[in-house]
């Protein structure tokens, strides 16, 4: 790990330590509790696309089939919530493997095509499956998580909880980043073929983070279905993985950091949405929550033609401009 | 020349052929690469001499013919696999990885010589430092052999382009090569640095590291090299001592255009 995303990590924690001391509405500690879950996924997608330059419109499904294997394997099998999170994490590294092996082969983005695909299956199968996924009812009754025999009941402790693994989901990215494999996916995103003329091979690097990746959005979709306890596969449509790859890209997928912001900023977008309804219909203006998905692509254009690195970057360009400005 | 003959063929083509659509690049080429020497490869623009570096190298697989390395067929191997072999290249035009710093450039060519997998490197890190700080070490040092130390935290991309040159070699050969193909190295560098590109190539001779470079200019080409192959066309026109090929009328004739 580098100097700077080690403070910032730690700056992290910090932050996560103090915050529930600050904000105590469960709603509020919830919402930030959903924010965890997508920057996790986040943090495995940028390794996806921002170092080994690869799409995937699937990540959805990967946090469906996480949150499914966890609901299932607990509530009709009784299996404990860890085995099943591990379950989760093996079904769906295999899965990815499938998907991946054979597409990561050529050349080009037929991940992103396989992907969509895929995450269509997922949600199909999601709906159709009643027998084992409960259909478009769903799963009830997922139990809650332990730790040390202790079990997370309140928001706070699962406030706690998740944001501990982001924090641990970012310190393996960035140890990764920095080490032999990692310095070969840069070096494959930078040209593939010199990285293959040093020997680094680029299809099995590529599948390897894609099943890093994709064991990351398993982990979010486990500790999403045992903290609302009830899943159905409304959440888990196309549309989420579309949401999921624009987090990345509105934050910037080269910088762990930035698609962590990309993250952070769209999940708490909603919540801006709705409090801004109010203004809006003081304005005159009926705002609707269907409304989200323009204003969602509207931002992706802007980041895309005004910051293309993304907002993390150009947050970091302002603050240096802006440096530079008061030492003169 | 004796001496290299006895040394044997580190490197053997027979009868390569590579056909793209219509165009014949390289036409039923022959020719074998003695150990420890330096060959190297002109030719007209457009005459296949790229073209052969990624046949050798798996870029490109042959249309026909045998490449043999160290008695092993090349043939259809990955490029990856080929630099494992120990057959390390520069590319045409230079190709860094310009985003990372000069010095991680050459860790990546320590690839080869590490193993570190995914899972330690994301999640045992003091294992990994002891292999990371070997592998940093040697970087340093291939930097220093190709005297480029002092940009070691450089970004790649923002170096001189006569300091990309240099890395773009430090790099390949960091994978520890018995054979390196240089794709005209000296293109784009000042007289000044053409003449430490020679001295580079010189020394990295002495490393008995076989060289095969392809080159348009003359004056360095006749320097440094034990053997000249000349192609036009794809077929090998002109072979020998420098002396001999310089005074070739068929050479003569492929460079002024017949
Ligand atoms: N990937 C490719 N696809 C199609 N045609 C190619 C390809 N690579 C090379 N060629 C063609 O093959 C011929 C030989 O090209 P090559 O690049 O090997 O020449 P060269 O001797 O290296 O020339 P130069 O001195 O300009 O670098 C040219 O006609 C070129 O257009
Ligand atoms: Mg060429």
Redesign the pocket.
């Known amino acids: 790990m580098q100097g700077r995303d080690t403070a910032g990590l730690i700056a992290l924690i910090l932050a996560v330590v103090a915050i529930p001391l600050v904000i105590r509405n469960d709603y509020y500690l919830g919402v930030l509790i959903f924010t965890a879950f997508n920057c996790l996924t986040c943090i495995g997608l940028c390794l996806l696309m921002g170092y080994a330059g690869q799409i995937s419109l699937g990540h959805g499904a990967f946090v469906a089939i996480g949150a499914y294997a966890s609901g299932i394997l607990t509530t009709t099998l009784g299996w404990s919530p860890w085995a099943a999170m591990g379950a989760g994490i093996i079904i769906v590294s295999v899965v990815a493997a499938i998907v991946g092996v054979p597409t990561l082969r050529l050349k080009g983005h037929y991940l992103a095509m396989a992907t969509l695909g895929f995450a269509s299956i997922i949600h199909i199968l999601a709906v159709a499956t009643v027998d084992l996924t409960g259909g478009p009812s769903g799963l009830l009754n997922i139990p809650r998580i332990s730790i040390f025999g202790h079990q997370l009941n309140s928001d706070m402790q699962y406030f706690y909880f998740s944001w501990a693994v982001v924090a641990i989901g970012l310190y393996v990215a960035f140890n990764l980043i920095n080490s032999r494999v990692g310095r070969g996916l840069r070096a494959l995103h930078g040209s593939e073929e010199a990285a293959a003329s040093l020997g680094v091979n680029i299809t099995a690097h590529k599948i390897q983070v894609f099943i890093l990746s994709a064991v990351y959005a398993a982990i979010s979709g486990s500790m999403y279905a045992y903290y609302v306890n009830y899943i159905d596969p409304g959440p888990f449509g196309v549309m989420h993985s579309v949401l999921l790859v624009t987090m990345v890209a509105v934050g910037g997928m080269h910088n762990i950091w930035g698609a962590f912001t990309g993250a952070v900023l769209l999940s708490l977008l909603p919540e801006f949405l709705s409090s801004a309804t109010d203004y809006l219909q003081l304005m005159g203006i009926a705002y609707q929550p269907d409304y989200d998905i323009l204003v969602y692509g509207a931002i992706l254009l802007l980041i895309m033609l005004f910051l293309p690195e993304g907002v993390f970057d150009g947050l970091g360009k302002a603050v240096r401009a802006g440096r530079r400005m008061i030492r003169r | 020349m004796m001496q290299a003959k006895r040394a044997g063929h580190i490197l053997s083509l027979e009868n390569i052929r590579k056909v793209?659509g219509g165009?014949v690049?390289v036409d039923g080429l022959t020719v074998s690469v003695e150990k420890g020497s330096v060959t190297s490869v002109i030719?007209p623009?457009?005459?296949?001499?790229?073209?052969v570096f990624n046949l050798i190298t798996g870029f490109l697989p042959p249309s026909a013919g045998r490449i043999t390395y160290s008695g092993r067929v090349l043939n259809r191997l990955k490029p990856h696999h080929i630099a494992s072999l120990g057959i390390a290249r520069t590319f045409?035009g230079v190709r860094l990885f310009p985003q990372m710093s000069v010095l991680e450039n050459v860790m990546v060519g320590r690839h080869l010589r590490s193993k570190t997998g995914i899972f330690s490197s994301s999640c045992l890190p003091p294992v990994l430092r002891q292999e990371e700080n070997r592998i940093r070490q040697e970087a340093i040092d291939w930097l220093d052999f190709v005297g480029l130390k002092e940009y070691a935290e450089a970004v790649a991309g923002n170096l001189p382009f006569g300091n990309q040159r240099m890395l773009e070699i430090a790099r390949a050969l960091a994978i520890e090569p018995h054979l390196i193909l240089l794709d005209e190295p000296a293109a784009g560098l000042n007289s000044r640095e053409t003449i430490v590109m020679g001295e580079l190539i010189e020394k990295i001779r002495q490393e008995q590291i076989t060289v095969i470079l392809v080159e348009h200019d003359m004056e360095l080409v006749m320097d440094i090299s034990d053997r000249v192959l000349v192609i036009n066309f794809g077929r090998l026109i002109g072979d020998g001592t420098p002396e001999t090929v310089q005074d070739d009328p068929d050479v003569i004739a492929a460079y002024l255009g017949e």
């Open positions: 793209f165009v690049a030719g623009n457009g005459a296949g001499k790229t073209t045409q």
